[in-house]
């Protein structure tokens, strides 16, 4: 989403229909031999430039800026050179850059590419700098274990805690004269509040924003009726289940209290906190998601509107779930771990980053800085917090990254759904094409 994002598609996105992991999906990427000892500089001067890239909003690139700049302060002989986009952009730049041999040292990583990553050795093991450069003891260790390691390496360090939710502008809601959503609705309940609201706004807004080609948002309504998304290396939810999300989009759109097709192209991917592309932002409908509570800082940055956030829908339970926002790693070619893992201790572990970033990436992963942070929550960190103990409380599924091949995946998902949005395919062969395609995918990768 993010950034989860912008997340955080992703915390996230996080948001997030992805983009392509192109060069990357295409094979293996070597890894360098590194030094064991603190890398020298090859120019022999003593000074040390690392290339670190992350996705997001301006406010968020501001204080990383600020944190870089702290920790030049503190390490003199230490360069950050920083590159960083929004969350539709970053991930066709890194695979390019992956694809060229020109990995950044440091990069921000989402819980949905992490696999992928690691997988083709693209990011480093930081096991070996554990307890020296970098401390880990007050990161959630259930995390850094099941979802930071991929088969046996420290590849990512969880940055915040994150919950899946739908942001929503409050003031649409009182100029409709409509109560806003509650904070657990069911499906049934989402619609019936945008119908509502689309019959007192008129033509230029929607009730609600049309998530149907989100595959991260279908993996939220799997999870709400019970389902796996994911078993065995392949798709877990049945054909019917497929279905049902499907119809249940197209009848929305063929009444009128969603976007049309050609509309809801316009705005995607969902999650890139761009106020020229996003719908929430632009005033076209007043609820929007898949979002998360790591993006809702991005999203107060920048409406004028008062909004806040529920839920994701539910059906046999909530459709929300608990995941990191964001990771951050290393990169398996940079002639510099030791000094990358520094900044990556500094960044998390640090009284001095903290007081700069903050919630804006979520609430903190380290119990030890959320503490020290928590007697300066705003209203806005409180209402993160609050949202992230309410799903976390309502018994949620865990955020499945997928196997090998999901970021392919993603892309054909969208690719399949659009074309069954614009009445080029029926929904059963939406279905069949999107199980068949995707099942080539997974055999070809696991």
């Given at each position: 989403?993010?950034?989860?994002h ?7 996105v ?6 392509l992991?192109?060069?990357?999906a295409?094979g293996?990427v070597p890894?360098?031999k ?8 090859p120019s ?7 290339r ?8 968020r690139?501001?204080r ?9 302060q ?6 950050i050179?920083?590159?960083y986009?929004s969350?539709?952009g ?20 989402s819980?949905l590419?992490i696999?992928e990553y690691s ?15 970098l ?10 274990k099941n979802?930071?390691t ?10 915040s ?12 809601y ?13 499906w049934?309940?989402y619609f019936?509040?945008?119908r509502?609201?689309k019959s ?15 595959m ?23 054909d019917?289940t497929f279905?049902n ?7 929305a759109?063929?009444?009128g209290?969603?976007p049309?097709?050609?509309?809801t192209a316009?705005?995607m ?7 020229n592309k996003?719908?929430?932002?632009r ?6 998601g898949p ?9 107060e ?14 059906d046999k339970?909530?459709g929300s779930a ?6 951050l790693?290393a990169s ?11 900044f990556?201790?500094?960044f ?10 903050e919630t ?16 300066k ?13 309410h799903?976390?409380?309502?018994k ?12 392919e ?10 074309k069954?949005q614009?009445g080029?395919?029926?929904i ?5 094409e999107f ?9 070809k990768?696991?």
């Amino acid at each position: 989403m993010a950034s989860l994002h912008g997340l955080t598609r992703k915390l996230v996105v996080p948001m997030i229909t992805l983009t392509l992991l192109g060069g990357l999906a295409a094979g293996c990427v070597p890894t360098e031999k590194k030094n064991p000892s603190a890398a020298a500089d090859p120019s022999g001067s003593g000074k040390v430039e690392l290339r670190f890239t992350w996705w997001g909003s301006q406010g968020r690139h501001d204080r990383t800026l600020k944190v870089i700049e702290k920790f030049e302060q503190l390490h003199p002989n230490i360069k950050i050179k920083p590159e960083y986009t929004s969350f539709d952009g970053y991930w066709e730049k890194l695979s390019t850059q992956v694809a060229g041999g020109n990995v950044p040292d440091l990069m921000q990583m989402s819980i949905l590419y992490i696999k992928e990553y690691s997988d083709r050795g693209v990011l480093d093991d930081l096991a070996p700098y554990v307890g020296k450069e970098l401390k880990i003891d007050d990161l959630n260790a259930d995390v850094v274990k099941n979802q930071g390691t991929v088969k046996g390496k420290l590849t990512g360090l969880p940055v915040s805690d994150n919950a899946s939710a739908l942001i929503y502008n409050k003031e649409m809601y009182q100029q409709a004269g409509v109560e806003p959503p509650k904070l657990d609705m069911t499906w049934k309940e989402y619609f019936d509040k945008a119908r509502e609201v689309k019959s007192k706004l008129g033509e230029k807004v929607y009730g609600a924003f049309d998530m149907s080609s989100s595959m991260e948002a279908y993996m939220y309504y799997v999870f709400s009726v019970g389902e796996q998304m994911y078993k065995d290396n392949r798709l877990g939810f049945t054909d019917q289940t497929f279905k049902n999300w499907l119809k249940m989009w197209d009848d929305a759109r063929k009444e009128g209290i969603i976007p049309p097709a050609t509309m809801t192209a316009s705005f995607m991917p969902i999650g890139n906190a761009d106020p020229n592309k996003d719908a929430l932002m632009r005033g076209i409908v007043p609820i929007m998601g898949p979002q998360f509570t790591a993006t809702f800082p991005a999203y107060e940055n920048v409406m004028k509107d008062k909004i806040d956030m529920v839920s994701y829908p539910k059906d046999k339970q909530t459709g929300s779930a608990i995941l990191p926002a964001m990771f951050l790693s290393a990169s398996a070619k940079s002639k510099y771990p030791k000094e990358a893992a520094m900044f990556l201790d500094f960044f998390l572990n640090s009284k001095e980053a903290a007081d700069i970033l903050e919630t804006e990436r979520g609430m903190p992963e380290n119990k030890k800085m959320l503490e020290y942070l928590t007697p300066k929550f705003n209203e806005r960190d409180k209402k993160m917090a609050s949202m992230l103990q309410h799903v976390t409380s309502s018994k949620p599924s865990m955020y499945d990254g997928g196997p090998k091949g999901t970021g392919e995946v993603n892309k054909l998902f969208e690719q399949i759904v659009q074309k069954q949005q614009f009445g080029k395919a029926t929904i059963d062969e939406a279905a069949a094409e999107f199980r068949k395609e995707a099942d080539k995918i997974y055999e070809k990768n696991n």
